[in-house]
């Protein structure tokens, strides 16, 4: 497809999906958080520290990133109540990854414990706000306690699936609230010169990717499929569905590699 950019409103590009509410925000960030912990209540030593789904951690890793993580958004709440802003992290990207090096190892029953106290913490404090405090100023990518909010129940909802502990914590039982939320958060990962049109089962299509105006518009791929094995595509897990398919000009192409997942914590 050649010519000018479709304009932002045109009827033939999908309007972004509508953010979750602050009170849909708060029960979905209730729910993925009784989710994760009921799972690991049985948990044992040797279960921690078994390989998750992520190259090179254990499960120990992973549920010592999500406490860190929780902590951090707690963290960033305190500060944004003063009219402050923090880093996500003490010590930054090096603090976050000693932090997790030194959690890992933590028997079954510590994790659970300091994931408990890290959940109980951020959600005491995102169940504080009034109105007016989901706008407040955090460092986390230069937004506000919203982002932050947002930015928690992904770690939650995704890393329940990368410990690897069965059915029921697949990608396919993601809500399509957040497979719409993953598109729009992970529209950065398209590269350059590609536009993707998604088209998921039953939700409204969305289109990813830009080219600058004045300029010949990118290829535009359309990746059709289940909603939830699309967004596990874009968030760089494996869609168990097998819906997957790919066309551009009405062929089937390859599904084009992504960039990194945007980090939240800035390059040295």
């Not at 510590?110 to 109980?120: C, F, I, K, P, Y």
């Not at 289109?207 to 760089?236: F, H, K, Q, R």
Request: aromatic letters at 4%; one cysteine or more.
């Amino acid at each position: 497809m050649t010519g000018l950019p479709e304009s932002a409103d045109s009827p033939s590009v999908p309007k972004p999906a509508p953010r979750p509410t602050p009170s849909q925000l708060l029960a979905n960030l209730d729910a993925a958080a009784a989710a994760l912990q009921e799972r690991i209540t049985s948990l044992t030593d040797d279960d921690v520290r078994a390989p998750s789904r992520l190259p090179g951690w254990s499960r120990g890793h992973v549920l010592a990133h999500v406490a860190g993580v929780a902590d951090g958004m707690a963290r960033q709440l305190e500060y944004a109540s003063r009219g402050e802003t923090i880093e996500l992290y003490d010590g930054g990207a090096d603090g976050r990854n000693r932090a997790i090096e030194e959690a890992a190892v933590r028997s079954a029953d510590r994790h659970r414990e300091a994931l408990s106290e890290s959940l109980d913490g951020a959600l005491q404090a995102f169940h504080g706000l009034q109105e007016s405090g989901w706008n407040a100023p955090i460092s986390y990518r230069n937004g506000v306690v919203r982002d932050g909010g947002l930015a928690l129940w992904r770690e939650l909802v995704i890393h329940l699936t990368d410990l690897g502990l069965g059915l029921g914590e697949e990608a396919d039982t993601w809500s399509p609230q957040f497979c719409e939320h993953l598109f729009s958060f992970l529209a950065a990962r398209v590269p350059a010169g590609i536009r993707l049109r998604l088209q998921p089962l039953a939700l409204p299509s969305r289109l990813l990717g830009s080219s600058a105006p004045g300029e010949t518009a990118s290829s535009t791929i359309a990746v059709n499929g289940m909603a939830t094995d699309i967004a596990a595509w874009l968030a760089g897990r494996t869609p168990n569905l097998g819906s997957l398919r790919a066309e551009a000009a009405a062929d089937g192409v390859e599904l084009p590699k992504l960039l990194p997942w945007p980090s939240g914590i800035p390059a040295n």
